[in-house]
């Protein structure tokens, strides 16, 4: 028989009593108790989030209703390709003001070069 308290066994309730009874003796073991309660889950009335279901790239899992999460993958690649259209847009934008800043400076030094050699 194991003789060892797991800390996910210990009910809400008890936790939260622990906290007060923490807080009145000295403060800082009840902040404690209480950082471990809503980092375990503990706070969260008995829900727990299922972490392993994350995405690492939309940051959410599955809702459970499988017609949402299709919509919300199929506008989350709609969103990221429409970004990457526009960064491709803006690269071009970038690319013709440069170019047409170069075509200005070489214009102005050809002329500028012209003058001094005629003159």
Request: aromatic share 14%.
């Amino acid at each position: 028989m194991s003789s060892t308290i797991n800390l996910d066994d210990i009910p809400r309730p008890v936790w939260i009593g622990m906290m007060i009874v923490g807080f009145i003796i000295f403060w800082p073991i009840g902040l404690l108790i209480l950082g471990y309660m809503i980092w375990s889950g503990k706070m969260m009335c008995g829900r727990r989030r299922d972490w392993q279901g994350f995405k690492a790239r939309s940051g959410f899992g599955s809702t459970g209703n499988s017609a949402f999460d299709a919509y919300r993958e199929e506008t989350l690649k709609r969103l990221d390709e429409e970004a990457r259209e526009f960064r491709d847009f803006v690269d071009r934008l970038r690319f013709a003001k440069d170019k047409e800043e170069f075509d200005r400076f070489m214009t102005e030094r050809r002329a500028a070069a012209s003058g001094a050699t005629s003159g």
